[in-house]
């Protein structure tokens, strides 16, 4: 392959998919959800594909009954799964998520070094401030932490993980607002220099964390120009922190429906929107994620943008907040269909495209040379069968028009990315 820029593609393993009714679908699996063998089938098709890395996140809450989805089809432990992943697999990086509110800085460094050191390099760790009060009470406290409380614990708790993994088992000494931690990490330095970093928050602090930090950024935008628009801002902050600005992939989520031809793709998407559970559920869930209560609103009736809780004081995703605030206030909907539509395919924030795989090919490769993407997390709608599609039909496509590798010319994710390899020094 040339040495012409590529896209980099990561694989989020969500369970069955992203479609919220995939679990209904008859070619799905939800009761392997817990095995492992189902996980390493699905990363190794990703790496057959040659994507760089595959994601598996972590769901602190047990989801509430009633969302239209299979409550029980949620993974286990990211960082469990990964080690199991992690022998069956030789190129493909693998980053789960952690939340740097409900965990300690030398226990995180410990188990990311650990699936470094068994992968031989291909770790990342996604790590996230979590969001809601049910996860503050699973941890004993009665309230989430306030948002810029929470961000402050995250930058103090990164510059705590970086300064463990680049001692390589000297001692180190931290002494902060957050955090004093004395003493070394017992884990040999790592194959790729340090794990890479992952952040997916959008906010202004979590914008300004990945400028401080972040090595990968999940996006999450539905158009190329909010795709620039964000993409523009993370690659200044990461310069105006020193570092070149290809120390950042910005990888934008996608939810990709691929067809052989379009009516294939469009009976593919068809197929799991009837499957949908339209039985208020959706309403009901949304009520939950803002704290409304919304049993006795009209489901014809306009989305109550007016009630939705301010961004001060918000103990949710307040990049979704924003993102939903403002789709409500475009588009104009009923509340039934706006409820529908956030929950159904995810197209308020991640863009959904339907088509051919040549189709799809045009999609990713506008972002790619518009200036909105670095490359992309791709949210299959259903495992196992629209992965494959991807894999087999999308990526020839981008190999044959040069935006994609055709082999692995690298061993560890950092490289995979093209990420700079720190200059490991101790952090007093």
């Not at 008859?26 to 098709?45: G, M, Q």
């Not at 022998?87 to 493909?92: N, R, V, Y």
């Not at 339907?354 to 490769?365: K, S």
Request: no cysteine; glycine share 10%.
């Amino acid at each position: 392959m040339s040495d012409q820029r590529h896209m980099r593609i990561n694989l989020n393993l969500r369970g069955v998919g992203f479609h919220t009714a995939a679990w209904r679908h008859p070619d799905s699996t939800p009761h392997r959800v817990h095995d492992l063998d189902y996980y390493v089938e699905l990363v190794r098709a990703a790496e057959r594909g040659l994507f760089d890395s595959v994601f598996l996140a972590d769901m602190m809450t047990f989801p509430q009954s009633g969302s239209g989805q299979n409550e029980l089809a949620w993974p286990l432990d990211p960082f469990t799964m990964l080690a199991g992943v992690a022998p069956h697999t030789e190129h493909i990086g693998l980053i789960g998520t952690l939340s740097t509110t409900y965990n300690d800085p030398y226990a995180v460094a410990r188990k990311v070094a650990a699936l470094d050191q068994l992968s031989g390099g291909r770790a990342g760790v996604n790590l996230v401030t979590s969001t809601g009060d049910a996860v503050a009470r699973q941890f004993g406290w009665d309230r989430h932490t306030e948002h810029e409380l929470r961000y402050e614990r995250a930058g103090e708790f990164i510059a705590v993980l970086n300064a463990l993994w680049d001692a390589a088992g000297e001692p180190v000494e931290h002494h902060g607002n957050h955090f004093d931690v004395a003493g070394a990490l017992d884990i040999a330095g790592s194959p790729q220099g340090r794990p890479v970093i992952v952040q997916a928050g959008a906010s202004e602090s979590g914008r300004a964390l990945a400028g401080r930090f972040a090595e990968a950024v999940f996006a999450g935008s539905s158009d190329i120009p909010a795709g620039a628009l964000l993409y523009d801002d993370l690659k200044a902050r990461v310069v105006a922190g020193s570092r070149p600005s290809t120390d950042l992939a910005v990888l934008p989520g996608v939810v990709p429906y691929v067809g052989s031809t379009e009516a294939e793709a469009r009976r593919v998407h068809g197929e799991l929107e009837e499957l949908i559970l339209d039985d208020g559920g959706n309403i009901a869930r949304l009520g939950r994620e803002l704290g409304l209560d919304l049993s006795a609103a009209d489901p014809e009736g306009p989305v109550p943008v007016d009630d939705f809780p301010a961004v001060e004081g918000y103990q949710g995703g307040v990049t979704r907040l924003v993102r939903l605030r403002a789709w409500a206030l475009e588009e104009g909907v009923s509340l039934r269909r706006f409820a529908n539509t956030v929950y159904r395919s995810l197209g308020v924030i991640h863009w959904t495209p339907v088509g051919t795989p040549e189709q799809i090919a045009d999609e990713l490769e506008a972002w790619f040379r518009g200036g909105a993407a670095d490359g992309f997390n791709v949210l299959v709608p259903q495992h196992t069968r629209q992965l494959d599609a991807f894999v087999d039909q999308v990526i020839p496509v981008l190999q044959r028009r040069g935006l994609f590798r055709t082999e692995y010319a690298t061993t560890t994710l950092r490289d995979h990315l093209g990420i700079t390899r720190p200059k490991l020094a101790r952090a007093a």
